[in-house]
């Protein structure tokens, strides 16, 4: 490298900029690609092991009834489907009570309002695991929807030699107006990240919307007990404190997504995240790392592209990499 002139102040900005385009390199081809060339592997139709779908809804009626019923219908021989009423106010009970006595897969498990006691969703997801009768769980949210009757059967195909957790995809349906789309954008990423991480034998996280893990490993963990004071974290923390390189496996083929109704306003947006932020802090100190390293060196990558785009060397500074 050959300068005239010198501007200290620009080769720092460059050598800066340098580190972080060789991280975000790292993380592109070295991690993201993982999940890329990732073969996706046919379900073994011979291993059809009892499973368990569990469902926490509160005031979810009109979700129940566009997408329960495509739960109801999978085309798989051994399954139940667990919906914890939880406090619900809307007529919710009504329907799933009719519903239970037509359909002998769904069990419902109904919990009410309590003058000192207030809880939670990872209390009802408790409610619901404890009440489920097979090993394999499966779960997911009032407002999602299966994109096929195939998605117990490859979730639960994956449920083999030391296999305890599945990590599923659970996109956002496509809708008019920006907010939509910053939110696909920002979950596929999302995906991205902690699939391609789960590949490298770091899994990190998973999303409630689509996650499987097995019921001895929830008891062995102590549940939700560490971090029963966050009110979010059923899934990622769940996920972060119990998957390891040997127990978790991820299921990402098309008939086994399961699609989700994005949120409509910025604020309920936010709120979400601010939500997710607070089970961050919780996850285990060498994934923070990871993801602030990631985070930071993305952020400065592409700064950086603009402020050096914009900066003038003093004196005419010029330089040649060889």
């Known amino acids: ?45 011979t291993f059809n092991s009892p499973v368990s779908v569990i469902i926490c809804a509160r005031n979810e009626l009109e979700n129940l009834k566009k997408n329960l019923s495509l739960i109801l219908n999978q085309d798989y021989p051994d399954f139940e489907v ?25 069990k419902v498990v109904t919990l009410n309002d309590h003058p000192r006691f207030k809880h939670g969703k990872k209390f009802a997801v408790t409610m619901g695991i404890k009440a489920s009768q097979n090993e394999n769980m499966i779960f997911s949210d009032a407002d999602c929807r299966p994109s096929s009757t195939q998605w117990l059967s490859r979730m639960q195909s994956n449920f083999h030699s030391n296999t305890e957790i599945v990590l599923g995809y659970s ?26 991480y789960a590949i490298t034998g770091e899994p990190y996280m998973g999303v409630g919307r689509n996650l499987a893990y097995q019921k001895s490993l929830f008891f062995r963990g102590k549940g939700f007990a560490s971090h029963m004071h966050i009110l979010s974290g059923d899934d990622d923390l769940f996920v972060n404190q119990n998957a390891s390189s040997k127990n978790t496996r991820i299921e990402i083929h098309p008939d086994a997504q399961v699609w989700s109704e994005p949120k409509y306003t910025y604020n309920s947006y936010f709120m979400q995240k601010i939500r997710h932020q607070g089970a961050g802090k919780a996850y285990k100190v060498k994934h923070q790392q990871m993801l602030v390293s990631q985070a930071v060196s993305g952020l400065l990558f592409y700064g950086l592209i603009l402020f050096l785009s914009h900066y003038k060397p003093s004196g005419g500074c010029w330089f040649l990499f060889i």
């Open 1 to 45: 490298m050959i300068f005239s002139s010198v501007d200290y102040s620009y080769i720092l900005f460059l050598i800066a900029f340098q580190i972080c385009f060789l991280l975000q390199l790292y993380y592109t081809v070295v991690i993201h690609y993982k999940l890329a060339s990732y073969n996706i592997v046919e379900p073994d139709v």
């Open 82 to 106: 667990v919906v914890v009423n939880d406090c619900s106010n809307d007529g919710s009970d009504w329907y799933l009570r009719d519903l239970s006595l037509e359909n002998q897969h769904l």
């Open 171 to 196: 996109p956002y349906e496509k809708k008019a107006g920006l907010l939509n789309k910053i939110i696909r954008f920002e979950t596929f990423l999302t995906a991205l990240n902690y699939l391609s």
